[in-house]
């Protein structure tokens, strides 16, 4: 058997991109893995929930050999025993222990996406977790910025959403159809001209009057952006109440977003004007990609044949861990120029 690559979990950022980032390399390559010390950069060390669910899917994909996947582990080995096969299965990030579990459904289908267009069919994903979580990867921008992204990067993914889930151990259920897909390259060095602007108000269990108030605030902060920008407002289906704005912008080398959620006690005005303003903090670098994306194109990049360039406004440790991690497996030209926190261009060419 062929020896695994092991990987202290600590390294760079030490947390769940390096993590997520191994397991789909390993996939992808047929590589067994070993990472030790998990998340051993954060406060909490140790496998969560999120993570359980992603080697769930990966390892069914795969019929993985999995040990140490247990609530807590700061050890696991995970070895495929076959290239990746289509999933068409429902999971539950609050199935792996009791209470108020947090987890977020977008964050899990964006990240075994890399490995199920490899899969030759169709695969049909069911996530309950957090849809609109803080913080973190939320539907909205999954839907109208990431996954734009990858369909200029060859990729084809359907997404829907059953009930949404706002925050911190909320429940909600969104729905991934995933087609099979040979990734290919860009070339997203200058973004070039605006395609379109839009923002998304997603709210549950509050006024249709509070969203309208969201609404009217976008067009006029977004009036200088785009005089057309398509802005709409949704009420979802949820077990709970909660309020998410999202801005984006399609150019035609480039796709950025920013998502803030509403919160107790603080007016719809300064949430919309939050997300704006960290919209507009990517506008203006003139970067093609923000800092989130730049991450979430990466192992896509690496499965491209021909060179994927795109500059980000923000180098983080984040992406620099991940690109450490995948050279980790094959042979790559891959580089990021830039320092950590300062604009900077990723180059990946397969070798």
Known sequence: ???????????????????????????????????????GALRKPGLNSEDLLVLAI???????????????????????????????????????????????????VESVLPVLIRAG?????????????????????FE???????????VCAFPSLVSAGYGTG???????DIEPSLPNSVDWSGRGDLVKCGAVVSYSGLSDDIAARGVRHLRKGLVDMSAEADIEAMALPSKG??????VFAEYENGRGSATVNGQRGVKIENVVDN?????EEWVRSGASVDPFLADQMLLLGIQAQGKTVYSTQRVTRRLTTMVWVSKQFMPLHMTVKGAEGFPGVVSIENI
């Open 275 to 279: 997300a704006i303003r960290a919209f």
């Open 241 to 246: 109440a909660g309020i998410s704005v999202t």
């Open 170 to 176: 909320a429940v909600g259920e969104m729905r991934l």
């Open 58 to 108: 990966l390892s069914a994909s795969c019929r993985a050999e999995v040990e140490g996947d247990d609530l807590g582990s700061l050890d696991v080995r995970f070895a495929p025993s076959r290239p990746p096969r289509a999933v068409d299965q429902r999971f539950d990030i609050g199935a792996y222990e009791k209470g108020s579990v947090s987890g977020s459904a977008p964050v899990v």
């Open 144 to 154: 109208r910025s990431a996954l734009s992204a990858h369909r200029a990067q060859g």
């Open 121 to 141: 069919a169709y695969s049909r994903l069911s996530v309950l977790g957090e849809t609109h979580g803080q913080n973190t990867l939320g539907f909205d921008a």
């Open 1 to 39: 058997m062929q020896e695994p690559i092991v990987i202290n979990g600590s390294h760079g950022e030490g947390g769940g991109a390096l993590l997520r980032t191994a397991l789909v390399m390993s996939a992808l390559t047929q590589i067994p893995l070993r990472i030790h010390n998990i998340r």
